[in-house]
Structures are given as C-alpha cells and as structure tokens.
C-alpha cells in the first residue's frame, strides 16, 4: 500500500474511529477511576512504526524502559520491513518483536487483528504510541487493551484530531529533539491520575548517546576488509568515502545530484575512493553520479551490502559518510565513522543523528523546515528544494577534506 492511501485512509477512516472510541472510553469511564501504571508492570508494548532511522533515535527511551522497570517484558509493535533493524540492535528479545505487514490493505488489517487479539491476550500493562499523530497507531494502542495508554496529543492544534482516549499525554513540542520527547514517553507512564503535559516530569537533556551498539569481532571486520579490497582493488591505496545520495521515500529530502558529483570528483582527485551506497533502486543515480564523475575511483556500492549488519561493517572500513538526511545517517551512529548529513526539509534540531562524530549541513533558509508533524510530512516547494541546492558544494568539500586530513590514516575497529 503506497503512503498516499495510507494517509488518505489514516485521514478520513480514521478520525471517524478515534471519535467513535473517544465516545465509548468516555461513556465507560463514568464508571471507574483513572488508568494507572502498577508498581511492578509486567508487559509493557511500544508502537514505532516509522522509518528506521526513528528506531535509532529511540534507543535512549528504550534504555530508559528498561532502567526504570527492569521486571518488565518491553514489546515492539512495528512494520514487518523494519524488523530487522531492532534484532540487530537487540532493542528486546525476538519472541518480544511483533510486526504488521503494510505491503496491502487486507494484509494489513489481518496483521492489526491478529496483533491486537495476542497483546489482550498477553495483559498488557501500558502501551506507548510513539507516532506523532497517526490515527491508526492511537486506534492500536487502544485495540490492544492496554489501560496505561501513554502518546502524544495535538492539544489545541486544529486538523490533527486523533480521540481523546490517550490517558497519559504528552503535548507534542516541536521545539524539542524527538529522542527527548521519546523519553518524556516513558516519564508519563507514571504520570499521576492520567495527569499528562509532563508538569511532573523530569528535566532531560538531548541524549547525547543512543546507548546502542552492534558487536564485532576484530576478525569478522578484518575479514569483511579484506573482501571489500578484493572485490574492488582501488581501496587497496585508497581511503573510502561513503556518499549516500538517495532521498528515499522522500525525494525532497537530497541534496542536488550535480553537488554530489562535484565533491566525489574533488574527494577521487585529492586521492581518495569514494562508495556510492544505497538500495538496489538508487543504482540508476548511483551510474549517473558515476558518469558525471568519470573517475576509476567513484564505485557503485549500491546494493552491494545485503543486510544492515553488512552496511555497518562498511562503514566500519571507511573514513567519512557524506549523506541525505536518513536511516545511513542514524546507523553511523553505532560505528566509528565520521557522518556529515544534509538537512532541509526536516531540521537536524528535532531529528539530527544523537553523538559527537556528525555534522549537520543546512542552509537556514526561511521556509525550512517544512515537513511537520502538522503537515503529515508533505511539502510545499513541489521538489524544487531550495534549501538544500543552497548548501553549495566546494564548502562541503573543503569541510570533507579537512576531516580527513586530520583523521588517522586506518579505520578503527572498535
């Protein structure tokens, strides 16, 4: 199912459903008291449903979870195509990961039914929807009998209307950097008397760590080196650079593919190899980078790692990763390697990678950011997006060589 149907489903099926359970939680609650959390919950489910870039960030409240109640089983509900991400993040143990497969409605529906009869069957004790203002992940975390319902809530924002059945909420601020407000999550499960607006809460910093980490051994990155200088020999004298110049779901979000081409072609002169990694459909950006290049040194990594683990262990082997704002951004997080991200239309002050090893490139443009929570991540500059082509390319590339001038000569294994 294609996000626009989602969202057009999630707009108007949706907000009908909240009302209609809004309605209901209301009627029943004239006769019982507010939702609290026990003492010693046993179940406790989060809903993340967003890109995998979004399960990264949420490391921080994962830890948070599991500090504040270590007794307590921490379930992920997500979609199917991300599950592999929080195994190889161990975000909790894997009969604990619940998926819903997206790839249609019916299969769709089928998995929220099947989801939502097993956590009512399990006895949950809370449920945090980590969605912004999704209807359907409100409408999951009520589905799944959960009396804690901890998420967010609009407050007075017109349009955004998602029920009323959210009984510990927390106001949505878009000031703050979304792993915090991961955390003030957690802070409102024991929010007093379902009293939300996190009054109560605790004073958070920004993370500053993502309190994730994939193990190597010294032997399996030497290993998966000495494959990477085999199968492509001109990193055999050459440092690599990683540039990911694909906008994924949302194109809007890449900086211009003749910048790119300007910087690879400075990195390939000044004697280093640059990678050009992505999905297996960035291929045909990857050839028109490469032709634009005409380097023997810019290769076409695309598809080349076949997991995420894989895509870790070659950031691992390589010195800096020049990237749009996404998922490779907040993977380097878990590695040694360098970052530098082009933010725009979204901003690196609400969903910057978290850690000292990146650089955030934005323009400061008047009309950036534009994609909000508010506008359900739609633009309005029609993919004429000023605000990255204003981020000009020698700059960049001046920053990229200075780093690494200044790095150590090998990759570190740690």
């Known amino acids: 199912m294609n996000i626009q149907t989602q969202r057009f489903i999630d707009r108007w099926a949706g907000q009908l459903l909240c009302g209609a359970v809004s309605a209901w939680v209301r009627l029943t609650q004239l006769f019982g008291g507010p939702a609290r ?12 449903l967003s890109e995998m870039g979004s399960i990264v960030l ?41 998926t819903l497969d997206d790839s249609s409605g019916g299969s769709l529906v089928a998995d929220i039914l099947k989801v939502s009869l097993r956590m009512r069957n399990l006895g949950l004790d809370a449920v945090i929807d980590c969605e912004l203002f999704s209807r359907v992940s409100a ?20 349009g955004l209307y998602r029920g009323s059945f959210i009984n510990h909420s927390i106001p949505y601020n878009p000031y703050q950097h979304i792993s915090k407000q991961f955390l003030s999550l957690v802070d409102a499960l024991s929010a007093p008397d379902s009293m939300p607006r996190n009054r109560a809460a605790a004073i958070r910093d920004t993370p500053e760590d993502t309190e994730l ?38 194109p809007e979000r890449a900086w211009p593919a003749s910048h790119y081409a300007r910087v690879v072609q400075g990195l390939c002169a000044a004697g280093y190899a640059v990678g050009l990694i992505g ?8 050839h028109e980078l490469q032709a634009q290049v005409g380097h023997e040194a810019c290769l076409n990594l695309t598809g080349y790692t076949k997991s995420i683990r894989e895509l870790l262990m070659l950031m691992h082997a390589s010195a800096l990763l ?13 590695t040694p390697i360098q970052t530098m991200v082009f933010f725009g239309p979204e901003t690196g ?6 850690g000292r090893r990146t650089i955030i490139l934005e323009s400061g443009i008047a009309c950036s950011p534009c994609l909000t929570a508010y506008n359900h991540r ?29 790095a150590p000569t090998q990759p570190s294994l740690a």
């Open 322 to 334: 020049i990237t749009n704002d996404g998922g490779p951004s907040h993977f380097a997080t878990v």
């Open 37 to 48: 959390m026990p003492a010693s919950p046993k179940n406790i489910l989060v809903i993340l």
């Open 213 to 250: 980490s994939v193990k190597f051994t010294d032997t399996e990155l030497e290993t998966y080196r000495s494959k990477l200088e085999s199968d492509h020999r001109v990193t055999q004298d050459r440092r690599l650079v990683l540039v990911y110049a694909g906008g994924g779901i949302l």
């Open 378 to 406: 739609l633009t309005f500059c029609d993919g004429d997006n000023q605000c990255l082509k204003r981020i000009a390319p020698d700059p960049v590339l001046a920053d990229a060589l200075q780093f690494l001038n200044s």
């Open 58 to 98: 949420a490391g921080p409240m994962f830890a948070a979870l599991r500090r504040t109640y270590p007794g307590a089983a921490i379930h992920i509900l997500q979609l199917k195509k991300n599950q592999e991400v929080s195994k190889l993040l161990s975000l909790t143990e894997t009969d604990y990961m619940h």
């Open 349 to 354: 002050k609400l969903y910057g990678p978290l």
């Open 139 to 158: 409408l999951l975390s009520f589905s799944t009998g959960a009396p804690v319902r901890v998420g967010f809530t609009p407050h007075t924002q017109e």
């Open 279 to 286: 999905l297996k459909d960035d291929a045909i950006l990857a």
